[in-house]
């Protein structure tokens, strides 16, 4: 695969600053020009007094589930400094492999994840998640975000807590930055890598004309980001996995049509 795909052409990353290196780093041995906008922040909940509370009774729970790296990256901190050693009684699970992983570098090598699909519905179709009346489970985290995982597992029968150890914050007032970006480089594609801001690049993109983006691709990692951005005529492409590689195999399979 040539490593001059991208052309110096603008990629736009929307992710957190503090995740971005690895994205950062395909752009650039592809030959583009990392562009970092990001449309969420994340700050720690981690000393939530409420959070400590569930922390210390980890090992009262069957099950901890951890919605993604962030959950990991600002949850478990506090579960090892509770925990020297994990609690034998509760098992782990995780949206994906990259959540997955993340819980590895905290020393929990067994770690349920879906099969594919890798997303709340994903996990929910997995056996041991269909057997869980009357256990009790705790989601681990951000503030706010989707209810379909604890809502179906409550219909199922257990008992479902969160323990939120982040918040997400907005940082820009308008796309007024990312035009100025366009008229001093082109901007062929846009990534980004979850439906919280997904929803905010709709909502800024709302405030004013942005006609400039009519022609940049908009690579997402999850099927449901496209339907939201097709909505607002932008052309958009899912990956078929939420890995930065394989957002990039998809940028560089569209960008050459």
Known sequence: MSKKELHQTGIVITRPSHQTGEIKALVNEHQGHPIEFPLLEIKSKSQNENFQN??????????AIFISSNAVQFGMPAVKHAFHT???????????????KALKLFDVNHVLIPDENFDSEGLLATKEMNDIKNKKIVIFRGEGGRETL?????ARGAEVTYAECYTRTFPQTNLGLLKAFSEK??????????????????????????????DVLFIVNHPRMVNVLERESFMTFSSDEPSDQSMMKKLLETIDH
């Open 54 to 63: 569930i922390v210390l009774k980890l090992n009262e729970y069957d099950w």
């Open 86 to 100: 994990l609690p034998e009684s509760t098992k782990f699970a995780a949206i994906g492999p990259s959540t997955q």
């Open 150 to 154: 604890a809502e179906t597992l409550r």
């Open 185 to 214: 480089i082109h901007i062929s594609a846009i990534l980004i890598t979850s439906s919280e801001a997904c929803k905010e690049f709709v909502r800024l993109n709302r405030l004013k004309d942005m006609s400039f983006l009519k």
